[in-house]
């Protein structure tokens, strides 16, 4: 699992950037092309208008064409230098336009045009913002196209010279507009994959986590049977002992060894069993009011012989005015047993244990505290986490699964309270209770 694991991630992280990669360029190859068809469209609508515009303003009334055959007959000015600006108005000219990008799939596209003759300094015809979106040329495109009659025409060498040209404001946020739904495909669906590979990388150190605590429960497991059962070997190869037998004291003092173990034993069991239980959620909390202060009296005793052994000091200091609550007797009193045991196993010869209680609005305050060997930063952010046991160094009687701290928070919160732990290395340990009064 370890050498396989950064095998996996490198090749999915290879996999991840590729796709992002080439979904860039196939992105940027689709709006050149779309970009250059677009121009190509607007050219051709060019050509169109143009033509258009050309043929319209060779339509002379009848009656009035020009008979230049005739050597010195006077022609009027007018028809022999035909001109689109005289022609046509402002608003024939943009519905030609508008009706030539249409015919080239540019539907609802803006645009500036103008006429003009010669240059932008001679005289024109312009659109409202032409000129604004002319000298903006560097994010506008401008197409130009001669205004000339056919080859042949009998206006081709007498026609004024004049110029149409169309300016579509920003192509390219058309082009990127276009585009928009390739755009937030690409993005959704590398989105999409990038969750896929979190989540592929979070489920695999999970599981390698998962290994090691299941690694670490074994061997505690192994280990806390395997001290009893040898406690219990050797105690049963003495009652064979033929001394023994006629010892009445000897053979109780064996017996209490054997029951002393067999308990022991159970009460890791039932450990056991009690988080596989909370795991299923199939305990059932038998709510009541109690007093919370007889209860915590109750978890007090249980462990006022283990403290008295050791030489310990026991502080208890009852100070709330509101102490009755919800609670289930028998979850409630294990809960605080379990701070209190852990207050013992961790204190080393140093044991002192300060237990009080106050109240916090409506919320019952049961504080913990001991001056043992404290914790880590890191052992305190997964002392709750089950089966997570913190490296003690050198201590090496301190035994158990890792479900203490686990099961606490668990029936902290079917009690509807919070938990909160502080410890620093070397300076002890405090675990504040807030339970809801009745």
Same mark, same amino acid.
């Given at each position: 699992m370890k050498k396989i694991f950064p095998v996996i991630t490198f %090749?999915? %992280?290879?996999?991840?950037?590729?796709?992002i990669f080439f979904q860039f360029l196939?992105?940027?190859?689709?709006?050149?092309?779309?970009?250059?068809?677009?121009?190509?469209?607007?050219?051709?609508?060019?050509?169109?208008a143009?033509?258009?515009?050309?043929?319209?303003? !060779? +339509?002379?009334?009848?009656?009035?064409?020009?008979?230049?055959?005739?050597?010195?007959?006077?022609?009027?000015?007018?028809l022999l230098k035909p001109s689109v600006m005289q022609r046509f108005t402002i608003e024939e000219i943009r519905a030609i336009i508008k009706r030539?990008?249409?015919?080239?799939?540019?539907l609802n596209v803006n645009f500036e045009f103008a006429i003009t003759q010669n240059s932008l300094l001679g005289d024109r015809l312009e659109s409202d913002h032409f000129f604004q979106c002319y000298m903006d040329s560097l994010n506008h495109m401008r197409h130009i196209i001669p205004l000339m009659p056919p080859s042949g025409s009998v206006f081709e060498n007498l026609a004024r010279e004049e110029f149409l040209v169309i300016i579509v404001p920003n192509e390219k946020v058309i082009v990127l507009r276009e585009l928009r739904w390739f755009i937030f495909g690409a993005v959704l669906f590398t989105l999409i994959i990038t969750t896929a590979f979190y989540l592929t990388i979070r489920t695999l150190?999970?599981?390698?986590?998962?290994?090691?605590?299941?690694?670490?429960?074994?061997?505690?497991?192994?280990?806390?049977?395997?001290? @009893? +059962?040898?406690?219990?070997?050797?105690?049963?190869?003495?009652?064979?002992?033929?001394?023994? *037998?006629? =010892?009445?004291?000897?053979i109780k003092y064996y017996t209490g060894i054997i029951k002393d173990e067999n308990r022991r034993m159970n009460k890791q069991v039932e450990s056991i069993l009690q988080a596989a239980l909370l795991d299923k959620q199939r305990v059932e909390l038998n709510l009541k009011p109690f007093d919370a202060h007889q209860l915590i009296q109750t978890a007090l005793n249980n462990v006022s012989l283990p403290i008295a052994e050791r030489g310990g000091v026991l502080e208890v200091?009852?100070?709330? =005015?509101?102490?009755? #609550?919800?609670? =289930?007797?028998?979850?409630?009193?294990?809960?605080?047993?379990?701070? +209190?045991?852990?207050?013992?196993? *961790?204190?080393?010869?140093?044991?002192? #244990?300060?237990?009080?209680?106050?109240?916090?609005?409506?919320?019952?305050? #049961?504080?913990?505290? =001991?001056?043992?060997?404290?914790?880590?930063?890191?052992? +305190?952010?997964?002392?709750?986490?089950?089966? *997570?046991?913190?490296?003690?160094?050198?201590?090496?009687?301190?035994?158990?699964?890792? !479900?203490?701290?686990? *099961?606490?928070?668990?029936?902290?919160?079917?009690?509807?309270?919070? #938990?909160?732990?502080?410890?620093?290395?070397?300076?002890?340990?405090?675990?504040? !209770?807030?339970? @809801?009064?009745?």
């Open positions: %090749l999915i %992280l290879i996999s991840l950037l590729g796709l196939w992105l940027q190859t689709a709006k050149k092309i779309k970009q250059k068809q677009f121009t190509e469209n607007v050219i051709r609508a060019t050509a169109q143009a033509s258009e515009l050309v043929e319209g303003n !060779l +339509l002379v009334p009848q009656g009035k064409l020009p008979r230049i055959s005739l050597g010195n007959s006077r022609i009027p000015q007018e030539a990008l249409a015919n080239n799939y540019l150190l999970r599981q390698k986590k998962l290994s090691e605590i299941k690694s670490d429960f074994i061997n505690n497991m192994t280990h806390e049977f395997k001290t @009893p +059962l040898a406690t219990i070997s050797l105690a049963v190869d003495a009652l064979k002992n033929e001394k023994v *037998y006629s =010892d009445a004291e000897k200091n009852f100070n709330a =005015d509101h102490h009755t #609550i919800l609670a =289930d007797e028998v979850h409630f009193t294990n809960l605080v047993n379990n701070l +209190l045991d852990n207050a013992i196993k *961790y204190s080393g010869d140093n044991l002192h #244990i300060k237990l009080s209680t106050s109240n916090a609005g409506k919320m019952l305050k #049961i504080k913990i505290e =001991d001056e043992g060997i404290g914790m880590t930063k890191e052992t +305190l952010h997964r002392i709750f986490e089950k089966f *997570y046991r913190a490296h003690t160094g050198n201590i090496h009687n301190v035994k158990g699964f890792g !479900l203490g701290l686990s *099961y606490v928070k668990t029936m902290i919160d079917a009690h509807n309270g919070t #938990i909160k732990a502080e410890s620093a290395p070397g300076k002890g340990s405090a675990f504040t !209770l807030l339970i @809801p009064t009745a």
